[in-house]
């Protein structure tokens, strides 16, 4: 039986950037040279990974809470871009389910990536329980 494509095949090794905190940090997701130890052959092996790299480090004067909010606000989009994109096959659906889940509370998107609903399911339950921008405003304006 042959894989079902995601969309998230298509977006996994694309570097990106996401924004957060209060005054709205750009952190990149780049591709970044690390060593790893194999055990096999006793040598320091050269990975590429991609990682996150923060606009701020230690001792710049960013608010400890600030650093915080940031870092929890970039996981939190990242974690939700991979769930996103598993759940849609190409990148219309992917901006469907992106359009719809832009207005929810943090406590919604986080229930989102807990749900224990996988792939195209989950793409189904936010379609069917969370409405587009444009969706909302036709059916409480149009009536």
Known sequence: MAKVKTYWDEIKNDETHFSGGTQGWEVRLLWEDDWKYDRK??????????????PFGPGDGVPREEKKQCREEVMLKKRLRRKLAMASRNRDEYGDLQSRVRRCSKEEKNMILNSKLKKFNLGEFIRNKYLTDREAHSLFYYM
């Open 41 to 54: 052959t006793g040598e320091d092996v050269k990975v590429r990974k991609l990682k996150l790299q923060f």
